[in-house]
């Protein structure tokens, strides 16, 4: 069998930014609780017409426009942000796309961890036939309450990839380590518009998980800790990384110099750091940084950990590929995030209280400078369109 893998990568956040210096001074709490205890400095923030649709446009599109669409043969969108309990948000990127009409098209949920699911979906079907591509898209608005401990870890983001045989990027080995269990520390019934945290219960089961993954992944033969060149964690907010990894080292029982733990996982924080938690994308986020961050990769061997809340949890590895770098977008990625228009704090309040309340009629004033803007929702079916 040819190796299987990331053979491109692309990403999308939002029209808006909030700086969450701003927020402090209004929820009145020092700046450094968000800086430094959770590793956060600004947030994404959708404009009225924007969504994960519109974001998934966005990300993958480069990739399309790179490679074409004559394989591709399967998109599998991952979200926990869904716009309809039916229809696979992934169907309305096809006028958008102009995707084949013979791509299977499947949304997956679980929480945070489904991008990877798809990942493994992927290496699955490309194993049955190597001539195919798939393409996936992790896609997410992070909201929570306004004035709850979870406001300031909100954002946006959506990732793209695609998964070929011969990947030109990262190339997955195996085996793969997985935990699941029964637990509600983060969850957001169909009622709700913002998600429900036990925070401390979510913490925990975290890094429970993460060790348990670890646990498997290292029982069915895969690499020492010490083969790593780099980590990359989910990301709820920045700083879950070093708890994470500390944790990591704990399990396994040995110790490694701060400054160690922090070249293991820094270069690929410094995207979320920025753009905030963006649920699904947040690990693969999180590998683009670390692509675009890190000295020369080649040949060397990344440990992911994809964590969902509920929960389920793998840890995985992959080689980064030579010649990779041919294939990054690192300026354009930097802009994107640069790109983002500031938004007032008393802005923002009222936009996403908005987005609680839309009716089943609503037409949308063209808000994002985007190349991608949803344009109404009439009789409860969304319209979108290219800008």
């Avoid at 599109?61 to 039916?86: C, F, M, N, W, Y």
Wanted: aromatic share 10%; proline share 5%.
């Amino acid at each position: 069998m040819p190796p299987i893998g990331i053979h491109d990568i692309a990403f999308a956040t939002t029209h808006y930014v909030l700086d969450l210096d701003e927020l402090a001074r209004y929820r009145r709490v020092d700046p450094a609780k968000y800086h430094l205890g959770l590793g956060q400095d600004t947030m994404s923030f959708p404009a009225v017409d924007e969504d994960i649709v519109t974001m998934a446009a966005t990300a993958a599109a480069p990739i399309l426009q790179r490679h074409g669409s004559d394989k591709l043969r399967t998109l599998l969108l991952a979200t926990e942000t869904g716009v309809d309990q039916s229809k696979a948000a992934a169907l309305y990127l096809h006028p958008l796309l102009d995707l084949p009409s013979t791509t299977r098209i499947v949304e997956l949920k679980q929480a945070c961890y489904s991008g990877t699911a798809a990942l493994q979906f992927a290496a699955g079907l490309i194993s049955r036939d190597p001539t195919e591509q798939v393409l996936i898209i992790a896609t997410d608005i992070a909201r929570y309450d306004l004035d709850s401990p979870g406001e300031p870890t909100q954002g946006a983001a959506a990732v793209a990839m695609l998964v070929t045989a011969e990947p030109a990027m990262l190339q997955l080995d195996s085996p793969s380590g997985v935990y699941s269990d029964d637990v509600m520390d983060f969850w957001r019934p169909n009622h709700r518009t913002t998600a429900l945290v036990d925070g401390k219960l979510s913490i925990s089961t975290y890094l429970d998980a993460t060790s348990r993954a670890w646990t498997d992944y290292r029982a069915r033969g895969g690499r020492g800790l010490d083969d790593f060149r780099a980590f990359c964690y989910h990301l709820p907010y920045t700083a879950m990384a070093r708890k994470a990894h500390d944790n990591l080292l704990r399990t396994v029982g040995v110790e490694w110099e701060p400054e160690r733990v922090t070249a293991a996982i820094e270069d690929s924080t410094r995207y979320n750091r920025l753009v905030g938690n963006s649920y699904t994308a947040s690990l693969y986020l999180g590998f683009i940084s670390l692509l675009d961050h890190a000295p020369d990769l080649t040949g060397q061997p990344v440990a992911f950990f994809s964590y969902g809340s509920g929960c389920v949890c793998e840890c995985f590895s992959g080689t980064v590929q030579p010649g990779y770098r041919q294939h990054l977008r690192t300026a354009d990625n930097k802009e994107r995030i640069a790109a983002r228009t500031p938004i007032s704090y008393f802005r923002y309040r009222a936009m996403h209280s908005d987005r609680a309340r839309y009716p089943s009629n609503l037409t949308f004033d063209q808000d994002t400078g985007g190349p991608y803007r949803l344009t109404e929702i009439i009789d409860n079916k969304r319209t979108y369109q290219k800008v």
